[in-house]
């Protein structure tokens, strides 16, 4: 049966062989053909030689979430062939490089093998090893191109692109490519019947990563300040931000940076200098994952007390300690709620793809102001690090940032009195000032016990004064933050309610689950505090599923704390063993529950 | 009690300064440190210099950690942004405030646990980024606010209160800070103001990071016999080495020196800190012999004081990173978005 637009394939390398030049060269030509793709890298924590993979799922519905199984492997690293070749599904196909014998106890009889020589023939046209190595890779873009029906006139236009001021480089990657598209064609029946064939679904759409797209969002925000110490997987989100603001924020005629960034000497002192300069009255951020988190949590309790906006971006890997750091997970959301010591509680927005990471970065940075409060975003690896197809991403030009209320020197002028601390609109916010602007504005910022006024206090009832307050404040937070995705289904009365990365998993396991006749309706939260929304979907579903990457069901206590549930309906469906959940791991956790039931 | 404020009815007589401030219009709450503090004196220093600079004290932001040295900031400068932050790490705290908005004018107060402990890892990157802030390490070789526990500038051999001696070596903050790269290194005594203000408008001057380390007797838990940080032992050992005079830009030069034991050194804001060496040895303008000087007085148990060294031609972290002269803060919005334009443009590449 022929599977047009619909299968997923895998590509196995060693790391550092410049096969992530061939992998987004294969991933552009299909999205360029029209086709919903998407791309998922797994990688080692390591710089070169160790094992690393990268899977393409086509698939015309759009269906993003990783799929275990695969139609075709490509399996080029010795190291890890034992292993991929028990991937393959039954019926599929498994190319090498036939430069060396297959080990004949590897083989599967159900399994289609296709033999490349692909060290032999870049040998014979390159010299130097180095060019060798990373030729033998691009040759595999070009077996594929004929195998799978690839556009090769896209090809030769990326290549272009790509070394549009190296035409050497662009010279020996075509010829790379012909090499393995000629040997190919001539040698199996091309196409496979996993094929592509050219539609319209990518047009209004771009290929990113979700730190890129963060980074973005500082951008636009207007963010001014970045402090951070490198750590995987959230150092290109800093560094992409470096990179825009390179190209955006040079004035011109000086040449002087409109940003600063900080590199500094561990995590604590980058959310430091986030305080610091949000203290000051920039907008500024950091980007970390989960052992940040961790190292950051005390200075996260003095923005908190002493609000302070400041917005932390977790990207979320693998925990705990190490854990895995080029794994995913959604292992910091307990944490990251009720960071620091004391009573705690912070605004967490979570996306869910890149599109998301973008506009929840800007929304990070007004709630931070308008709060006057640490804002974290957390999103992880897979949103983070791996390419999304998303809808184009696209700016409102009337957008000004919510700075929220911090009085202008103008306005202390005429004020009568300034007291930080105070709740002059009931609404749980006070007023702030910067440094440096009026006498009048001065007040003391302390993580100390200190009253409405500012003023240090060791008075119980001064002292509980204030952080009431700052917890009416937060609570408040709960109906600005992004609300709820919601889809309903009709007539069910069981629901799914998940976060962040495992939506798309989700709901393609609800599609599935629909045509078997199973109706569920869906909640993907997006923000914390919870609002009334959450609760109020809970409260009227008689079963929920909550659908989370992690061991101890994080999200599910998080409702059970925030809100009247009781536990035995919140239904755990969990998976944590570092890979982007697939929608099978939801089904299977549904429907174990439901037999259970039954 | 921090939230005492002193009375704001002055004397009539009292001077003023260029902006017709007084020196009491410099002054903060009513100090809750024991009778007798070091940090007292540095406090009066410091509202010292500040009025006879005639810096606005609105125009300032004082920034600490935590400890007794920490809470001195609520004592000078009412007008004046604070900030009390987390134990060692204020550092972190100066240096983002100071890429926000590089117009203010910072200070940052700490103590020996706080810098030389708990904060160490923060004070030397501060030093090597070259933060444009007056740093001040009040220096007691104890832990007071938790009674009386030795701090890591306490020398080897010193005596606690309780009799016990201290085992481990020192760490010498202007050794340090000299290892590291710092643009101006100082040490001084709180009970020689006539030393420390000159030295404190100096370092408010420098375009850098000014690190100055006070001697700060704690009259508490460590003033007693066998302390190597008590008034009497710091009178007795501390050897001027350099004195420091500090010149405005405007200021007409009336003081005649002779001229072969005059170092002056013009500063980033064209005012001119005049080094009058006090022992010939010394050249406070080489930081390694500087390096080798302090510690050879040092093992013959001399504590060196003076402004001991300055770079002249400092460039702090907003050179380095060469960033706009306009605050950070200040930028337009308009100048920081790209627009809905450009970002149609940039997502062709993501295709």
Redesign the interface.
């Given at each position: 049966m022929d599977r047009v637009n619909q299968f997923a394939f895998k590509i196995a390398t060693a790391n550092g062989t410049g096969s992530a030049s061939a992998n987004s060269l294969i991933m552009q030509a299909i999205f360029r053909m029209g086709i919903p793709v998407t791309g998922k890298n797994v990688f080692p924590s390591n710089i070169q030689g160790l094992p690393t993979w990268y899977e393409i799922r086509v698939d015309k519905h759009g269906y993003t979430a990783r799929t275990p199984t695969f139609d075709l492997m490509v399996a080029l690293n010795p190291a890890t062939y034992q292993k991929d070749v028990q991937e393959v599904r039954s019926g599929g196909w498994l190319m090498y490089d036939s430069t060396w014998p297959l080990d004949a106890r590897l083989t599967r009889p159900d399994v289609a093998y296709l033999g490349i020589p692909l060290a032999d023939m870049c040998n014979a046209r390159f010299s130097g090893s180095r060019e060798r190595i990373l030729m033998k890779n691009i040759a595999y873009a070009g077996a594929l191109a004929a195998l799978l029906g690839m556009d090769t006139s896209i090809i030769r236009a990326l290549l272009t692109e790509k070394y549009s001021r190296k035409p050497a480089l662009k010279d020996s990657n075509q010829q790379a490519v012909d090499l393995g598209f000629e040997y190919a064609r001539k040698h199996f029946p091309c196409p496979l019947p996993i094929h592509l064939e050219a539609m319209d679904k990518t047009t209004d759409s771009i290929l990113i990563d979700g730190n890129t797209a963060s980074a973005l969002g500082c951008l636009y925000a207007g963010a001014t300040v970045g402090a951070w110490y490198p750590i995987t997987p959230a150092t290109s989100l800093m560094e992409a931000f470096k990179s825009f603001c390179q190209k955006f924020r040079r004035d011109p005629e000086t040449k002087r940076n409109r940003f600063a960034i900080l590199q500094a000497e561990d995590e604590i002192a980058a959310v430091g200098m986030v305080i610091g300069a949000g203290w000051a009255g920039a907008r500024a951020f950091t980007s970390t994952a989960g052992p940040g988190i961790s190292l950051m949590n005390e200075f996260i309790g003095l923005a908190y007390y002493g609000e302070v906006p400041a917005v932390i971006f977790d990207v979320q890997r693998a925990g705990p300690s190490t854990g895995m750091p080029t794994r995913t997970q959604q292992g910091d959301l307990m944490l990251c709620a009720y960071a620091s010591h004391g009573d705690t509680r912070h605004i967490c927005l979570y996306p869910a793809d890149p599109r998301e990471a973008f506009e929840i970065a800007v929304a990070a940075f007004d709630l931070a102001e308008r709060f006057q409060t640490p804002v974290f975003v957390l999103s992880d690896l897979d949103i983070g690090m791996n390419d999304w197809m998303i809808p184009k991403l696209t700016w409102n030009d009337a957008y000004r940032p919510d700075r929220g209320k911090v009085l202008s020197p103008e306005e202390l002028e005429t004020a009568r009195t300034f007291h930080r601390y105070l709740d002059s609109d009931g609404d749980g916010i006070p007023y702030r000032t910067l440094p440096g602007e009026h006498p009048k504005g001065a007040y003391f910022t302390r993580g100390s016990g200190h009253n409405r006024y500012g003023g240090y206090t060791e008075d119980g009832d001064e002292y509980a004064d204030v952080l009431d307050r700052i917890d009416r404040k937060i609570q408040r937070a709960a109906r600005a933050v992004p609300p709820p995705i919601v889809r309903t289904a009709p007539g069910a009365t069981i629901g799914l309610l998940t976060v962040g990365g495992c939506h798309a998993a989700c709901v393609e396991a609800l599609d599935q689950l629909a045509r078997e006749g199973l109706a569920i309706d869906y909640m993907r939260v997006r923000g914390f505090p919870f609002g009334d929304d959450v609760a109020r979907f809970l409260a009227s579903h008689e079963l929920v599923f909550v659908v989370e990457q992690n061991r101890d069901a994080q999200l599910r206590s998080l409702l059970m704390l925030e809100t009247d549930t009781n536990a035995d309906k919140l239904e755990s469906v969990r998976y944590y063993a570092g890979f982007p959940m697939s929608a099978h791991h939801v089904v299977a956790g549904v429907k174990a529950k439901l037999e259970r039931a039954a | 009690?921090?939230?005492i404020s002193k009375p704001t009815v002055h004397h009539p007589a009292l001077r003023k300064n260029e902006l017709g401030l007084t020196r009491r219009d410099y002054e903060g709450a009513i100090t809750t440190l024991c009778a007798g503090c070091g940090h007292d004196s540095i406090t009066a220093a410091i509202i010292q210099a500040f009025w006879e600079l005639s810096i606005?004290?609105?125009?300032?932001?004082k920034?600490s950690g935590i400890g007794c040295s920490s809470k001195t900031?609520?004592y000078f400068l009412?007008?004046?942004?604070?900030?009390?932050?987390?134990h060692g790490?204020m550092?972190?705290?100066?240096?983002?405030?100071?890429?926000?908005?590089r117009?203010?004018i910072y200070i940052g107060i700490s103590g020996d646990g706080d810098s030389l402990s708990i904060g160490l890892?923060?004070l030397?990157?501060a030093i090597r980024?070259n933060v444009n802030v007056l740093y001040v390490l009040e220096n007691n070789g104890v832990y007071g606010l938790t009674k009386g526990q030795f701090s890591a500038s306490a020398d080897p051999g010193s005596l606690s209160k309780k009799g016990e001696a201290n085992t481990m070596e020192a760490i010498d903050g202007c050794l340090l800070a000299l290892t590291l790269g710092a643009t101006f290194v100082a040490r001084s005594f709180s009970g020689d103001k006539g030393q420390l203000v000159p030295i404190l408008k100096a370092g408010l001057a420098h375009n850098g990071f000014a690190f100055v380390d006070v001697i700060s007797p704690c009259v508490t838990f460590n003033d007693h016999e066998g302390s190597t940080k008590s008034y009497a032992y710091t009178r007795e050992k501390n050897v001027e080495v350099v004195a420091a005079d500090f010149v405005l830009p405007t200021a007409a030069i009336t003081t005649a020196y002779d001229p072969g034991s005059v170092h002056s050194v013009v500063l980033h804001d064209g005012s001119t800190v005049r080094l009058r060496k006090v022992d010939d040895d010394y050249d406070p303008t080489d930081p390694d012999r500087s390096y080798t000087f302090i510690r050879e007085r040092h093992k013959e148990g001399e504590v060196v004081t003076g402004l001991l060294y300055i770079s002249p031609d400092s460039s702090d972290?907003?050179e380095q990173?060469?960033?706009?002269?306009m605050p950070?803060?200040k930028?337009p919005?308009e100048?920081?978005?790209?627009?809905?334009a450009?970002?149609?443009k940039?997502?062709r590449g993501?295709?």
């Amino acid at each position: 049966m022929d599977r047009v637009n619909q299968f997923a394939f895998k590509i196995a390398t060693a790391n550092g062989t410049g096969s992530a030049s061939a992998n987004s060269l294969i991933m552009q030509a299909i999205f360029r053909m029209g086709i919903p793709v998407t791309g998922k890298n797994v990688f080692p924590s390591n710089i070169q030689g160790l094992p690393t993979w990268y899977e393409i799922r086509v698939d015309k519905h759009g269906y993003t979430a990783r799929t275990p199984t695969f139609d075709l492997m490509v399996a080029l690293n010795p190291a890890t062939y034992q292993k991929d070749v028990q991937e393959v599904r039954s019926g599929g196909w498994l190319m090498y490089d036939s430069t060396w014998p297959l080990d004949a106890r590897l083989t599967r009889p159900d399994v289609a093998y296709l033999g490349i020589p692909l060290a032999d023939m870049c040998n014979a046209r390159f010299s130097g090893s180095r060019e060798r190595i990373l030729m033998k890779n691009i040759a595999y873009a070009g077996a594929l191109a004929a195998l799978l029906g690839m556009d090769t006139s896209i090809i030769r236009a990326l290549l272009t692109e790509k070394y549009s001021r190296k035409p050497a480089l662009k010279d020996s990657n075509q010829q790379a490519v012909d090499l393995g598209f000629e040997y190919a064609r001539k040698h199996f029946p091309c196409p496979l019947p996993i094929h592509l064939e050219a539609m319209d679904k990518t047009t209004d759409s771009i290929l990113i990563d979700g730190n890129t797209a963060s980074a973005l969002g500082c951008l636009y925000a207007g963010a001014t300040v970045g402090a951070w110490y490198p750590i995987t997987p959230a150092t290109s989100l800093m560094e992409a931000f470096k990179s825009f603001c390179q190209k955006f924020r040079r004035d011109p005629e000086t040449k002087r940076n409109r940003f600063a960034i900080l590199q500094a000497e561990d995590e604590i002192a980058a959310v430091g200098m986030v305080i610091g300069a949000g203290w000051a009255g920039a907008r500024a951020f950091t980007s970390t994952a989960g052992p940040g988190i961790s190292l950051m949590n005390e200075f996260i309790g003095l923005a908190y007390y002493g609000e302070v906006p400041a917005v932390i971006f977790d990207v979320q890997r693998a925990g705990p300690s190490t854990g895995m750091p080029t794994r995913t997970q959604q292992g910091d959301l307990m944490l990251c709620a009720y960071a620091s010591h004391g009573d705690t509680r912070h605004i967490c927005l979570y996306p869910a793809d890149p599109r998301e990471a973008f506009e929840i970065a800007v929304a990070a940075f007004d709630l931070a102001e308008r709060f006057q409060t640490p804002v974290f975003v957390l999103s992880d690896l897979d949103i983070g690090m791996n390419d999304w197809m998303i809808p184009k991403l696209t700016w409102n030009d009337a957008y000004r940032p919510d700075r929220g209320k911090v009085l202008s020197p103008e306005e202390l002028e005429t004020a009568r009195t300034f007291h930080r601390y105070l709740d002059s609109d009931g609404d749980g916010i006070p007023y702030r000032t910067l440094p440096g602007e009026h006498p009048k504005g001065a007040y003391f910022t302390r993580g100390s016990g200190h009253n409405r006024y500012g003023g240090y206090t060791e008075d119980g009832d001064e002292y509980a004064d204030v952080l009431d307050r700052i917890d009416r404040k937060i609570q408040r937070a709960a109906r600005a933050v992004p609300p709820p995705i919601v889809r309903t289904a009709p007539g069910a009365t069981i629901g799914l309610l998940t976060v962040g990365g495992c939506h798309a998993a989700c709901v393609e396991a609800l599609d599935q689950l629909a045509r078997e006749g199973l109706a569920i309706d869906y909640m993907r939260v997006r923000g914390f505090p919870f609002g009334d929304d959450v609760a109020r979907f809970l409260a009227s579903h008689e079963l929920v599923f909550v659908v989370e990457q992690n061991r101890d069901a994080q999200l599910r206590s998080l409702l059970m704390l925030e809100t009247d549930t009781n536990a035995d309906k919140l239904e755990s469906v969990r998976y944590y063993a570092g890979f982007p959940m697939s929608a099978h791991h939801v089904v299977a956790g549904v429907k174990a529950k439901l037999e259970r039931a039954a | 009690m921090t939230y005492i404020s002193k009375p704001t009815v002055h004397h009539p007589a009292l001077r003023k300064n260029e902006l017709g401030l007084t020196r009491r219009d410099y002054e903060g709450a009513i100090t809750t440190l024991c009778a007798g503090c070091g940090h007292d004196s540095i406090t009066a220093a410091i509202i010292q210099a500040f009025w006879e600079l005639s810096i606005a004290p609105h125009k300032v932001a004082k920034l600490s950690g935590i400890g007794c040295s920490s809470k001195t900031p609520a004592y000078f400068l009412r007008e004046a942004h604070g900030f009390n932050g987390v134990h060692g790490r204020m550092p972190a705290l100066v240096t983002g405030a100071n890429a926000a908005n590089r117009d203010v004018i910072y200070i940052g107060i700490s103590g020996d646990g706080d810098s030389l402990s708990i904060g160490l890892g923060h004070l030397c990157h501060a030093i090597r980024r070259n933060v444009n802030v007056l740093y001040v390490l009040e220096n007691n070789g104890v832990y007071g606010l938790t009674k009386g526990q030795f701090s890591a500038s306490a020398d080897p051999g010193s005596l606690s209160k309780k009799g016990e001696a201290n085992t481990m070596e020192a760490i010498d903050g202007c050794l340090l800070a000299l290892t590291l790269g710092a643009t101006f290194v100082a040490r001084s005594f709180s009970g020689d103001k006539g030393q420390l203000v000159p030295i404190l408008k100096a370092g408010l001057a420098h375009n850098g990071f000014a690190f100055v380390d006070v001697i700060s007797p704690c009259v508490t838990f460590n003033d007693h016999e066998g302390s190597t940080k008590s008034y009497a032992y710091t009178r007795e050992k501390n050897v001027e080495v350099v004195a420091a005079d500090f010149v405005l830009p405007t200021a007409a030069i009336t003081t005649a020196y002779d001229p072969g034991s005059v170092h002056s050194v013009v500063l980033h804001d064209g005012s001119t800190v005049r080094l009058r060496k006090v022992d010939d040895d010394y050249d406070p303008t080489d930081p390694d012999r500087s390096y080798t000087f302090i510690r050879e007085r040092h093992k013959e148990g001399e504590v060196v004081t003076g402004l001991l060294y300055i770079s002249p031609d400092s460039s702090d972290v907003h050179e380095q990173n060469q960033t706009v002269e306009m605050p950070l803060t200040k930028v337009p919005y308009e100048q920081l978005c790209p627009g809905s334009a450009e970002l149609e443009k940039l997502q062709r590449g993501f295709r």
